[in-house]
């Protein structure tokens, strides 16, 4: 629950959202639109509970086979 709340916040809406539209659209990397160390740093902060979620499911499942 708490992966979900971290990752989602602020909710209207997420934040995480905005920054991976960012990363797909190509503009992250260069232009006048790059992403500054700050959008990193957010990117990272928002996206750590979801990877560490995913490694937990995966932990899990892994040693009920």
Do not use: R
């Amino acid at each position: 629950m708490a992966s979900v709340t971290l990752g989602l916040a602020p909710f209207n809406p997420p934040h995480i959202a905005g920054k991976i539209e960012w990363l797909l659209g190509g503009n992250a990397f260069t232009g006048q639109n790059a992403m500054l160390a700050q959008d990193w740093l957010d990117v990272f902060l928002h996206g750590s509970p979801w990877v560490l979620l995913l490694i937990s499911v995966a932990l899990n499942l892994s040693k009920k086979n």
